[in-house]
């Protein structure tokens, strides 16, 4: 179910499941579990394109790729390569700061925009943590933080194949690569939100341990009428956690654009 | 073999609360220093560095960060009393850790600077650094090797540009106007080190020419130093003893006793060292594809690497003398011990050059690390001097 195309000269690894409407989602820093309902929950009502992000899974990052900006010009030439129109963006978590970081840049192609607890923008002072600092916590530490039910999110790694493993240990070096330092933020991000003219919602697990609900208020001051929703019983992860509620949520979403 | 005397300048006396709150590093706050104890502490292991001087054993100082373990923050500001209390000893940093370092140009001007001031004494080692050193410097792990060889080409460039300014416009660093005031005595730039534990470390300092160490990792040191001199052969050049060095905790003493007492007590540097929180252990990056992927099947253990002689794992928290001399981590006793017993080491591993002689680690008295520097460098370290080729080396 997955094929490899290449664009810009970076071969991509995506995952492309269901029929309608275009969906374009942007996986989070901890990778694209294509296995996991939830990209079937939103193939119901939607054509699911899901890349595998440069560095992560079986995508390719070459030399010169190293940057956000890279990713959001990447996947503005793949959405021009696929010739898709009317799209529906959706990004979480790492990949709502690379959906955000497309939309500023050009909406042309877009028919609306889901942010799922995404990181990317600073709203606190020198002291504030508005983002928490995952590469710092153990592993229990980091899943605790990170799902309303931790025991949801375990991964069974000695399951995997050596190939699977490697894509997850290439993504957690990828993601280090693209958000260290400033940390998993663009601080000139923010200043350009307002440049996303197409309907956009914000959607948040009520217990994301990483990024907060008022971090999200904070998104949805700068996005011209942006909603902001929260999904009960989920962590950073909704659409991993609650996938059925997330599909709802963005069906709903999508209905009104 | 040269002998190269060094210690960390342990804070040791904030390790049982370190060790109680599971991390003596990055996470450990440092209300647990006294300041006023610093200071005394780092005076007397100044004067034990100064002793190496008369005895004739040379000196290295590396450095850590944000850790009870190593007070030395910054290996110039070490080296820079160093070099104005000795005369002839060299003066090894092992090492600066210039994939942490946001202003390359700034290094390569800080070890111009101790060459002149030290006469031409310094060797320089250029290191990756530890895993825990990423976060006290916040330095991006991924690509880290990439920014480390950046850094080494511009420090180099800048020590032995004379007709300069020149500019640079690289991948991380950029300048318009390097040109560094004074310049190195040596020419075209004093002697670089590196070190590693891998075979691949071996193959790219072959193919530079540089030394290459390694630090207490028993085993491993053999497949790197084999690397170097098949890769040293690949390109025309033989690679003799003085390309490699090897650290050890040594402990020696007027008995046998004495000396593996000594040893012991600086053990408990390598016991609790390797302390730190686990979300400080392995940043994303720094540990190689292949080496993560064990990791996530494995554990956090399949990393670790250190066996003794038949192969066995031994824990570093608990290991006894006796089981970190079979891993040729440790070596004690006698001075007759001591010397049989790096005397067989260098043969093991082919020859090698330089010994970098742990002789201090926290808990090891004043009075003792002194006998322990002076012993040794009375009574082994003119000895090693002899060791060069091993006859079983050579004969190959």
């Given at each position: 179910?997955?094929?490899?195309?290449?664009?810009?000269?970076?071969?991509?690894?995506?995952?492309?499941?269901?029929?309608?409407?275009?969906?374009?989602?942007?996986?989070?820093?901890?990778?694209?579990?294509?296995?996991?309902?939830?990209?079937?929950?939103?193939?119901?009502?939607?054509?699911?394109?899901?890349?595998?992000?440069?560095?992560?899974?079986?995508?390719?990052?070459?030399?010169?790729?190293?940057?956000?900006?890279?990713?959001?010009?990447?996947?503005?030439?793949?959405?021009?390569?696929?010739?898709?129109e009317k799209t529906l963006l959706v990004g979480a978590c790492f990949g709502g700061w690379i959906a955000a970081e497309?939309?500023?840049?050009?909406t042309a192609a877009l028919s609306g925009l889901v942010l799922a607890a995404p990181l990317g923008i600073k709203i606190?002072?020198?002291?504030?943590?508005?983002?928490?600092?995952?590469?710092?916590?153990?592993?229990?530490?980091?899943?605790?933080?990170?799902?309303?039910?931790?025991?949801?999110?375990?991964?069974?790694?000695?399951?995997?194949?050596?190939?699977?493993?490697?894509?997850?240990?290439?993504?957690?070096?990828?993601?280090?690569?693209?958000?260290?330092?400033?940390?998993?933020?663009?601080?000139?991000?923010?200043?350009?939100?307002?440049?996303?003219?197409?309907?956009?919602?914000?959607?948040?697990?009520?217990?994301?341990?990483?990024?907060?609900?008022?971090?999200?208020?904070?998104?949805?001051?700068?996005?011209?009428?942006?909603?902001?929703?929260?999904?009960?019983?989920?962590?950073?992860?909704?659409?991993?956690?609650?996938?059925?509620?997330?599909?709802?949520?963005?069906?709903?979403?999508?209905?009104?654009? | 073999?040269?002998?190269?005397?060094?210690?960390?300048?342990?804070?040791?006396?904030?390790?049982?609360?370190?060790?109680?709150?599971?991390?003596?590093?990055?996470?450990?706050?440092?209300?647990?220093?006294?300041?006023?104890?610093?200071?005394?502490?780092?005076?007397?292991?100044?004067?034990?560095?100064?002793?190496?001087?008369?005895?004739g054993i040379d000196i290295m100082v590396n450095e850590h960060h944000s850790t009870a373990t190593c007070m030395t923050?910054?290996?110039?500001?070490?080296?820079?009393?160093?070099?104005?209390?000795?005369?002839?000893?060299?003066?090894?940093?092992?090492?600066?850790?210039?994939?942490?370092?946001?202003?390359?140009?700034?290094?390569?001007?800080?070890?111009?600077?101790?060459?002149?001031?030290?006469?031409?004494?310094?060797?320089?080692?250029?290191?990756?650094?530890?895993?825990?050193?990423?976060?006290?410097?916040?330095?991006?792990?991924?690509?880290?090797?990439?920014?480390?060889?950046?850094?080494?080409?511009?420090?180099?460039?800048?020590?032995?540009?004379?007709?300069?300014?020149?500019?640079?416009?690289?991948?991380?660093?950029?300048?318009?106007?390097?040109?560094?005031?004074?310049?190195?005595?040596?020419?075209?730039?004093?002697?670089?080190?590196?070190?590693?534990?891998?075979?691949?470390?071996?193959?790219?300092?072959?193919?530079?020419?540089?030394?290459?160490?390694?630090?207490?990792?028993?085993?491993?040191?053999?497949?790197?130093?084999?690397?170097?001199?098949?890769?040293?052969?690949?390109?025309?050049?033989?690679?003799?003893?003085?390309?490699?060095?090897?650290?050890?905790?040594?402990?020696?003493?007027?008995?046998?006793?004495?000396?593996?007492?000594?040893?012991?007590?600086?053990?408990?540097?390598?016991?609790?060292?390797?302390?730190?929180?686990?979300?400080?252990?392995?940043?994303?990056?720094?540990?190689?594809?292949?080496?993560?992927?064990?990791?996530?099947?494995?554990?956090?253990?399949?990393?670790?690497?250190?066996?003794?002689?038949?192969?066995?794992?031994?824990?570093?928290?608990?290991?006894?003398?006796?089981?970190?001399?079979?891993?040729?981590?440790?070596?004690?006793?006698?001075?007759?011990?001591?010397?049989?017993?790096?005397?067989?080491?260098?043969?093991?591993?082919?020859?090698?050059?330089?010994?970098?002689?742990?002789?201090?680690?926290?808990?090891?008295?004043?009075?003792?690390?002194?006998?322990?520097?002076?012993?040794?460098?009375?009574?082994?370290?003119?000895?090693?001097?002899?060791?060069?080729?091993?006859?079983?080396?050579?004969?190959?």
């Amino acid at each position: 179910m997955s094929h490899t195309l290449t664009v810009s000269g970076v071969a991509l690894e995506i995952e492309e499941r269901g029929s309608g409407r275009p969906l374009l989602f942007l996986h989070p820093g901890e990778g694209l579990q294509a296995n996991r309902p939830w990209i079937d929950a939103l193939a119901r009502t939607h054509r699911v394109i899901a890349p595998n992000h440069p560095g992560f899974g079986g995508s390719a990052l070459p030399d010169w790729f190293g940057t956000v900006d890279d990713i959001a010009y990447l996947y503005l030439d793949l959405i021009e390569q696929l010739k898709l129109e009317k799209t529906l963006l959706v990004g979480a978590c790492f990949g709502g700061w690379i959906a955000a970081e497309m939309a500023v840049r050009s909406t042309a192609a877009l028919s609306g925009l889901v942010l799922a607890a995404p990181l990317g923008i600073k709203i606190g002072g020198h002291l504030d943590r508005d983002i928490a600092d995952m590469h710092s916590l153990a592993r229990a530490a980091f899943m605790a933080k990170a799902w309303a039910d931790p025991g949801k999110g375990e991964i069974d790694y000695s399951s995997l194949s050596d190939a699977e493993l490697s894509g997850i240990a290439r993504g957690r070096e990828s993601l280090a690569l693209f958000g260290w330092k400033p940390y998993m933020h663009n601080p000139r991000l923010r200043r350009w939100l307002h440049r996303i003219d197409v309907p956009t919602a914000l959607i948040w697990g009520d217990s994301d341990g990483i990024v907060s609900p008022t971090y999200g208020e904070g998104w949805q001051r700068e996005i011209p009428g942006a909603t902001l929703t929260t999904i009960d019983n989920a962590g950073h992860y909704p659409h991993w956690e609650q996938p059925d509620a997330f599909a709802a949520s963005v069906a709903a979403f999508a209905n009104t654009i | 073999m040269r002998t190269w005397y060094f210690s960390e300048m342990a804070y040791h006396p904030a390790w049982k609360e370190g060790i109680e709150r599971g991390s003596l590093r990055v996470n450990f706050p440092n209300q647990a220093v006294d300041p006023v104890e610093a200071g005394k502490l780092l005076n007397r292991y100044l004067d034990e560095f100064r002793l190496c001087d008369e005895v004739g054993i040379d000196i290295m100082v590396n450095e850590h960060h944000s850790t009870a373990t190593c007070m030395t923050v910054s290996v110039p500001m070490a080296l820079a009393v160093i070099a104005r209390e000795t005369k002839k000893s060299r003066l090894l940093t092992l090492g600066n850790p210039i994939a942490n370092r946001p202003d390359p140009v700034r290094v390569a001007e800080e070890m111009a600077w101790l060459d002149c001031l030290s006469g031409g004494r310094l060797e320089m080692g250029l290191v990756k650094g530890a895993p825990y050193e990423i976060a006290p410097a916040n330095s991006n792990p991924a690509r880290l090797m990439r920014r480390y060889w950046e850094a080494h080409d511009l420090i180099l460039k800048a020590l032995s540009t004379h007709d300069g300014p020149f500019s640079w416009e690289g991948e991380y660093y950029h300048y318009r106007n390097v040109n560094i005031w004074p310049r190195p005595i040596q020419q075209p730039h004093p002697p670089v080190w590196m070190t590693g534990m891998s075979v691949e470390t071996g193959t790219l300092a072959a193919e530079r020419g540089h030394v290459v160490g390694t630090l207490l990792s028993g085993g491993l040191a053999k497949p790197m130093y084999d690397a170097y001199r098949k890769r040293a052969r690949e390109l025309g050049w033989e690679a003799k003893p003085d390309r490699f060095a090897y650290a050890a905790i040594i402990g020696v003493g007027h008995t046998r006793e004495e000396g593996y007492r000594r040893a012991d007590q600086i053990a408990d540097y390598v016991r609790t060292a390797p302390l730190v929180y686990e979300g400080f252990t392995n940043p994303p990056g720094y540990n190689s594809l292949g080496a993560n992927v064990a990791i996530l099947k494995h554990g956090a253990r399949a990393n670790r690497i250190v066996t003794d002689r038949n192969g066995e794992q031994i824990n570093h928290r608990t290991a006894t003398v006796e089981q970190f001399m079979d891993t040729e981590t440790v070596f004690a006793g006698t001075p007759d011990d001591v010397f049989n017993q790096l005397k067989a080491f260098n043969a093991r591993m082919g020859g090698v050059g330089h010994l970098l002689f742990f002789g201090q680690g926290g808990h090891l008295s004043h009075q003792d690390a002194m006998s322990n520097i002076s012993l040794f460098g009375k009574e082994v370290a003119p000895r090693l001097l002899e060791l060069g080729v091993p006859e079983v080396a050579a004969a190959e």
